[in-house]
């Protein structure tokens, strides 16, 4: 199992799992990150936060622990 936050620049994974709670997660999925959408990972600033994200034609930032609770393969 493998989260955002563990993919290098340039790749492209797909979500298979939201972890979190409530607001968190819905937070999340309002940004527009579901299961099965595709993510393409633009940038991750040198200590790793932020990580900035195309996904469904936005380009978006997330912090380390909102990367974490996502799920890729």
């Not at 492209?12 to 939201?18: G, I």
């Amino acid at each position: 199992m493998k989260t955002l936050r563990q993919i290098p620049c340039g790749e492209t994974v797909k979500v298979t799992k939201l972890n979190g709670e409530g607001p968190v997660k819905r937070r999340i999925m309002d940004m527009g990150i579901t299961k099965g959408v595709e993510i393409y990972v633009r940038k991750v600033a040198p200590l790793g936060d932020p990580v900035e994200i195309t996904v469904r034609g936005y380009e978006l930032s997330l912090r380390k622990a909102d990367a974490d609770m996502i799920e890729v393969e």
